[in-house]
């Protein structure tokens, strides 16, 4: 699991609906110690993205297309090798921000002094 790519999806995924659900199911289960890479069988992606199976490859392809996602290693078409993904950050501007447009992000209060 990576939360950092899982929250730069949130933040930067251009993408809606269907395809942002199989963006954020890839997202959850990119290994950051493994090069941000990721494979899972199609099958098992559209379940956990709850689509169906063409929807989840529709998604691939076009995430692969828009350079969200590499190809590192193609699958040989069976089901204990599935194909082996990139995750890619790129610089893409924010779809979405958890402060209101045109406020300072809130200010930290200080901690109590400590008594001694």
Known sequence: MSAEAVG?????????????????????????????????????????ARVNRGTAKRAIDQMVADSFLTLVEKSNGGRSRPSVYRFQFPDVPVVYETRAPGTEPAQQAPLPAQQA
Do not use: C, T
């Not at 949130?10 to 609906?17: A, D, L, N, Q, V």
């Open 8 to 48: 730069w999806v949130y933040r930067h995924s251009p993408y809606s609906g269907q395809f942002l659900a199989v963006h954020l199911a890839i997202a959850d289960v990119v290994n950051d110690q493994a090069n941000n890479q990721f494979w899972m069988a199609l099958p098992r992606l559209s379940e956990k």
